[in-house]
């Protein structure tokens, strides 16, 4: 009985941390404190606009939870009900946590006992594919910026030319080692980094080939959703820039925000100053990229967050 009650009291703690710390973002972010719906025109193009942005909430949680079930469907059969509420459970508690690495715990913690450290592997798995996603699209955005926007790097367009193939071969070379860990895990496992994490590489070695496509698929289909909402945004909250030069500023946002560590209470900072500096390159709207930013972090992240609440204490039962 004590457990129980000590489940529930952690459970309403991480309520209590990710309710507030949504409402401490929203209600400290500069540029909402500006922002009032009797400014925002609506028209039958922009209803549609947020119509599709929502929409692409719905399928960006829905294909990670098929990913999850594809991930955990050697430890156990789940249905897709049931996969998409331990989603958007983690995402409630990996919210207030730093890089949102509660996440894969959340997803781990689902599972029966004697079933979590597996998975915590292939929650691993699925968050790994899902970042060679984005760093692929990020190094294939700036191939095409240093290719299409010269003008923006004031060095030789040779070298700009020499980096992109280097970067494209790089890209290449990534993408083969997701498939053959098996084939490098020997030089793999002489990084001391990866040395200590030999128990994840093994498990990431023998997975199917299969299996792995669709896991990166999914990861792919992701990436492409959640940057056609932020392109969306941009439109809705009239920032004029054309859908090249917002390829480009999306992939490298995001690819940046894989590489900086933040903490919860940074994140959405860091997202808005690099979308700011990366968008800022085509346009000087910083205001409707700074809404753009924020409501896209409200539509994918706090109101999934929300949801989730609920079945957090609904699991303790």
């Not at 922002?35 to 119509?51: E, G, P, S, V």
């Not at 592997?121 to 970042?131: C, E, K, P």
């Not at 191939?143 to 790097?153: G, N, R, S, V």
Request: one cysteine or more; glycine letters at 6%.
């Amino acid at each position: 009985m004590n457990k129980k009650i000590l489940k529930y009291l952690i459970s309403i703690i991480i309520i209590v941390l990710s309710y507030g710390f949504i409402y401490y973002k929203l209600k400290n972010h500069e540029a909402l404190k500006d922002f009032t719906i009797q400014d925002f025109k609506f028209n039958r193009l922009r209803i549609t606009f947020i119509a599709v942005v929502f929409v692409g909430m719905i399928l960006n949680w829905s294909i990670e939870a098929i990913k999850w079930k594809e991930l955990v469907k050697k430890i156990t059969q789940i249905r897709f009900l049931q996969s998409t509420q331990i989603i958007i459970t983690s995402i409630t508690i990996g919210i207030f946590t730093p890089n949102r690495i509660g996440e894969i715990a959340g997803r781990a913690y689902s599972l029966e006992k004697g079933k979590r450290t597996y998975g915590l592997l292939v929650a691993g798995i699925g968050s790994f594919a899902q970042l060679t996603a984005t760093v692929v699209m990020g190094l294939i955005g700036f191939t095409l910026f240093l290719l299409c926007f010269p003008d923006k790097i004031h060095i030789n367009s040779l070298f700009n030319e020499f980096t992109a193939l280097f970067i494209l071969i790089f890209t290449l070379g990534l993408l083969w080692s997701f498939f053959n860990v098996q084939k490098i895990k020997p030089l793999l496992l002489k990084i001391p980094y990866l040395r200590k994490k030999t128990e994840q590489i093994h498990f990431l070695s023998n997975q199917s080939k299969k299996s792995l496509w669709a896991i990166l698929l999914y990861s792919f289909l992701r990436y492409f959703i959640f940057s056609l909402q932020f392109y969306l945004l941009f439109l809705i909250f009239d920032v004029q820039i054309r859908f090249l030069e917002s390829f480009v500023a999306i992939t490298l946002t995001y690819f940046f925000m894989t590489l900086i560590p933040t903490t919860t209470l940074s994140e959405l900072g860091v997202r808005g100053s690099l979308s700011i500096f990366f968008v800022g390159m085509f346009t000087q709207q910083i205001p409707g990229i700074i809404l753009a930013t924020i409501f896209i972090w409200i539509i994918n992240i706090a109101l999934p967050a929300i949801a989730g609440a609920p079945f957090l204490l609904v699991h303790q039962k």
